[in-house]
Structure formats: C-alpha cells, structure tokens
C-alpha cells in the first residue's frame, strides 16, 4: 500500500514540476519589473478604467462653482479680468452669505481699474481665501492678508501627464519651517468647522490629516500603482465624483441675469447660501485645464477645469467626514505581492488542472473575470488593489504553462504508446511463436521428434514469427481493431466477447501441444457481457488472457483428458476460469505469463489466482466487477425468463 501511494505521490510531483518552475519564475520576474515601475502606466490606465466604470453620483449641493466663461471675457472685453468686475462679483456673492469663497485666480499684481476696491473687498470678507504657487515657481498671494486666508493650487502629473493625487499641504520651500494648505483643504476646514468638526493631526499615523474621526489616508512612494513616486508634503490618492454633472456651475453672466430678472429674489441665496462657492476660469482659450482618465464623460475629453479639480478635491474631503464616501486607500506591499502571487499560483494550478487548450482558456477567462470584478468592487468600496500585475500573472502563467503541461502530457503519451507497443509485441511472440518454440524444445528434450517433422516445425516457427511482424506492421499503420491469435488467426475485436472468447477456446485447442493430443472433454460456457462495460483494450486483453492460460495446459499438463473453460457472472462480478484434470509440477515462480495475468487484475480491479489441484489439475482464474445498473437487470431478465421456461416444461 505505502510503495502505491509513494509511487503516485512521486509521479504527481514529476508532472507538477514540469509547470511549477516556470510559474515561480514568471510570477518572480513580474514581482522584479511592479518593483522596478515598468508596470506604473498599466496599472494607472486599469485604475482609471475602474474610476470611470463607477455608477454615476448624484450632484453635490454642497459646492457652486462661479466659471469666467469665454462669453464673460467677451462681454468684459479685457483679460485678465479687471479687479473691479472681481471685487464686484465678490460682493455680490457675499450677500447672499455662502459658507466659505475660494478664488481660484492668482492675483499678485494688480489689473486695474479697480486694485485698491479689490484689496478693500479681500479685506472685508473674512470668509474668503485667497490663492497663490509654491512650486515650482513662486507666485505671491495679495499683501497683507492673514495666512489662514491663503492657500496654495499647486498639483502633481504623474508621468504620464494624469493628475491622480492632491497635494493637501507642504512646507514652504523658501522656509521649512512655515506650513500651508491647498486651496481644497482650506475650503473643507472652514466648511465642517462650521459643522462642528475640527482639521487635527491623525491618530494611526500623526503625519496625516483628520476631520473629526475621519482620517485623510496619505499617499506613499509605493501606493497602489505607484513604485518610487514622490510622497513630499501630505498627499492624498484622488477619488474623483462621477457623473454627467458633478457640480453646479454658474457664469458671470448667468449671475447678473438672475439678479437682473428679479423674478425670484431668493434664488440666488438658495444656491449660494452655506455653501462652498468656488471662482475660476471656464474659458478654453485659457487652457487652464487638468489631464485626468478618471471621470466618464467630461468636456474637452480627459481635461477638466483647474476650478473644478479644486471642487472635486473639496467634495472628496467634505464628503468622506459628512456621507461616509470613501477614500481611496491601499494595501501594504507585503498585502499585495501576497494577492500577486495568490494568482500567479492559481494559474499555475489551472493549467495543471485542465486536460485541453480550450478547457484552460474557458477557465483562465473565468478567472479572470473573476479578478476584473473583484478589484472593481474593491474600488466601489475604496480599496485600490493591484489588478493589472495579478491579470498578467494569471494570463501569462494560465496559458504559458499548460503549453508546458500539454507537451509533458503528449511526451507521456508517446511513452505510454511505446510501452504499449512493447508490450503488445511481445504478448504476440509470446502467445504465438515462442509457445511453438517451447513444444519443439520440449520434443527435442524428449527425443522424440523426427528430423523431417523438426525442421516442419521450425518452418512453421519462421513462418509465425514474420506474419507477427506483418500483423504488427500493419496494426501500426491501419490501427485496426483486432486481435490476432498465436495460430495466425485474425478476429474482430468489435463483436460480442462472448463470441470471441469461443474463437480464442477453440482454435488454441486446435495448435500443435503434446497435451492436447490426449484430450477427450472439451468444455466451455460463456455468460455475456453487455458492450458498454468493456473496451476493445480490455477485450484483446481477455482474449490474451484465454490463450495464454490455454497453451499453459497445452504445454505443461501430463495426462490431461478434461478441459473446461467458463464465463460467469455473480453479483455484478464476472469470472473467467480455465480448468483442466492433467498433473502438473506446481511452483511458485511468477513467469511472464502470470505477470501480464496479474496486470490485467490490477487493470480491471479484480482479482487473479492460479491453484495447483495436484493430480486433479490445475484452477486459473481472473474475477473482476462489473458496474452498471444495466448489466443487473439484463441478468435478473435473463434468470426470470429461464425459470419461466423451466415451469413450461414442467422443470
């Protein structure tokens, strides 16, 4: 028992081993090229695709965003806009008492007319902010306001020109020692502390930023995708709101003709009023635009307005303390490498597991859809994980290496052919040719053989050996289903084993054994069995069977006169014996006949056994089962319709 499963446990490492090696050095080789950020621009496209797929959002009420649009800058017919239409819009905005003014319009000199009416206007409103750039190149905010009235717009491309991360806060790089705040951030701290929730520093990690008990996940060198970026200053992964319309956006002009039309005095206070109101340029012709691939459906495509970058921003932050919408967060690298080779060693058990190149593409595509839908929920739910590099390990490793798996399996085939063919050639020679050279060996022995009846025999010996040798030509090229016997005669595997065996039992007896000389009692019965419950294999293999127990007797038995050989089946097995009277010396050597009998056995699952009878003869028989519903109804109708004959004939 414990060689068996030995011998099996060692045949199934040989066969894993032949897919496992290069499936560790492909999931190994894509680790090295994620670490090296050769594979940052596929997994910032894959990331963006997931972004865009998201269900649409409704709009947030919360933020208004004031767009000079180039309708404006013609009306106005000067650009930049002057200070006082600024300073005027300002005011007009302030009375209808928004929650906090963001004015996304760096003004560090003055574009008169209308300076000194601006800086008093800039002044006057406490609740508005400011603008200014850190870097690369510095660009001053207005003189003379306190710092909790200025913020900074700067963003971050990726390499590819994208801009999926927001710089929330940096140290000044004229002077480390003096900390600011991004546009948004301003916005959302002083939107939620009017809503009672205060900017802290974070809990789990202290350099990040928290609203209350919602904590700002900061951005680091290997977040997600990225591989080696730059984390300077507190940054925080982008989760852009998705929808036709993200924003109410009003111009200029849409503002003045409201107020204008006087129809509805309220309205303007019911779209300005507590919220976030947000000032920048709409106008293409500015081309104050940001690359982005993760909102669906914007105008210009992949672009959308500085102003509205900021909105996004803000909405983000608001939106996460206020609603509970998620921020984007990552794994750790151990977190994700362990997900990246989880699917590089399921591919590689998919193609150990599949038998045919159609099965493992059917199975690879699954899984892979399974991947693609497992990640995309995990972006609808906040977590980027790295989909692209664990995509390419399942493909690359599920349809390289069942290449390798079905060429192993192919060079076993071939083996196994081989060995078939070894093996069918020799049961051939032994069952025919060399029977007849161990009966002429025997005469020899006995002195009894003439020599013109000795060299009959060896003709007859070199006459059988060639048509083995034609016959297994043959069988090679036409693959017939046959079978030939040692006397030459050539049966059609494909009817019933019934009638075969009764071809085997007769025309064995009728070969040239001493034994068979001095036979009186031919006897021989054999049950059917239905077709379905053997294979052409296994009937040329019975039927070797059959002879080689036959010539066994033909050759060794002394004094034999009675020689019975039957089929029967009993309670879904069915045995095959072969019994004769002659004395034979017993022994306990196992020749090759009797391990191609106990081959066979094991083949079958059943059961060999030769009994020496002493003077009464010799037992051989071979027991397998026979499953199969039909097989024991056949043989219950068959049983039923022979006692119902007997009570006819009164038997």
Not at 15 to 26: D, F, K, M, R
Not at 53 to 63: A, Y
Not at 335 to 343: D, R, T
Request: aromatic share 10%.
């Amino acid at each position: 028992m414990l060689p068996t499963i030995s011998s099996k446990i060692k045949k199934e490492f040989s066969i894993w081993s032949v897919g496992t090696l290069p499936g560790i050095v492909a999931i190994v080789l894509i680790v090295l090229v994620r670490l090296s950020g050769a594979l940052q621009v596929i997994e910032w496209v894959t990331f963006d695709s997931f972004l865009r797929l998201r269900p649409s959002e409704r709009i947030d009420e919360r933020i208004v965003i004031v767009g000079i649009d180039e309708a404006d800058i013609q009306r106005i017919r000067n650009y930049p806009i002057p200070d006082r239409e600024i300073a005027k819009l300002l005011r007009t905005l302030q009375k209808y008492r928004p929650r906090v003014i963001g004015l996304d319009i760096v003004r560090d000199l003055p574009v008169e007319p209308g300076y000194a009416e601006l800086v008093a206007t800039f002044k006057d409103i406490k609740n508005l902010i400011v603008v200014e750039k850190v870097i690369p190149v510095s660009i001053k905010p207005p003189p003379d306001l306190p710092p909790e009235k200025i913020a900074f717009i700067d963003y971050l491309s990726d390499d590819d020109g994208k801009v999926r991360r927001a710089l929330l806060g940096i140290n000044r790089p004229e002077n480390d020692k003096k900390y600011v705040f991004s546009l948004p951030l301003r916005l959302a701290q002083t939107y939620l502390k009017a809503e009672g929730v205060e900017l802290s520093n974070g809990i789990r990690d202290r350099k990040a930023m928290r609203f209350g008990s919602t904590e700002l996940p900061r951005f680091f060198p290997y977040s997600g995708g990225y591989a080696g970026a730059d984390d300077f200053g507190v940054q925080l992964l982008l989760n852009y709101r998705n929808g036709r319309e993200r924003f109410r956006t009003l111009s200029l002009q849409d503002i003045n003709d409201i107020e204008a039309a006087k129809g509805n005095p309220d309205l303007l206070r019911d779209i300005f009023g507590s919220r976030i109101v947000l000032i920048g340029k709409t106008a293409p012709s500015i081309k104050d635009f940001i690359n982005t691939s993760g909102i669906a459906n914007v105008q210009p495509p992949g672009k959308i307005y500085g102003v509205e970058f900021h909105a996004h921003v803000t909405s983000q932050i608001v939106s996460a303390v206020l609603d509970g919408r998620p921020l984007l967060k990552t794994w750790s690298q151990s977190w994700e490498y362990l997900w990246i080779v989880g699917w590089g060693v399921l591919a590689i058990y998919l193609g150990r597991l599949t038998q045919s190149p159609l099965k493992n593409l059917v199975y690879v595509a699954a899984a892979s859809l399974g991947l693609v839908g497992i990640s995309y929920a995990f972006i609808i739910g906040g977590w980027w994980i790295p989909a692209a590099p664990a995509l390419l390990i399942l493909v690359i490793n599920g349809a390289i290496l069942n290449t390798f798996y079905q060429y192993d399996r192919f060079l076993r085939f071939q083996i196994e052919i081989r060995q078939h063919t070894i093996e069918r050639t020799f049961v051939e020679i032994h069952n025919g040719p060399l029977q007849t050279l161990a009966n002429i060996l025997r005469h020899v022995q006995d002195q009894d053989l003439e020599p013109n009846r000795l060299l009959e025999e060896l003709k007859d010996l070199n006459w059988e050996i060639r048509e083995v040798g034609e016959y297994l030509k043959l069988e090679a090229l036409d693959r017939k289903e046959s079978f030939r016997l040692g006397s030459g005669l050539i049966l059609d595997l494909k009817i019933p084993i019934r009638d075969l065996l009764y071809e085997v039992y007769s025309h064995t007896l009728q070969r040239n054994f001493p034994s068979f000389k001095t036979l009186k009692v031919k006897a021989y019965s054999f049950e059917p069995i239905e077709e379905q419950y053997l294979s052409l294999e296994q009937k040329r293999e019975l039927c070797q069977f059959l002879e080689e127990a036959l010539c066994n007797v033909g050759k060794h038995s002394k004094k034999l006169t009675r020689l019975s050989a039957t089929g029967s089946s009993n309670k879904g097995w069915y045995t095959l014996s072969i019994k004769d009277n002659g004395s034979s010396i017993c022994s306990s050597f196992e020749g090759r006949g009797t391990k191609q009998c106990l081959n066979l056995a094991k083949k079958l699952k059943g059961n060999f056994k030769r009994t020496c009878l002493g003077e009464k003869g010799t037992l051989c028989e071979l027991t397998w089962p026979i499953t199969g519903r039909n097989w024991n109804f056949a043989r219950i109708g068959r049983n039923l319709k022979t006692k119902i004959l007997k009570g006819r004939l009164g038997g």
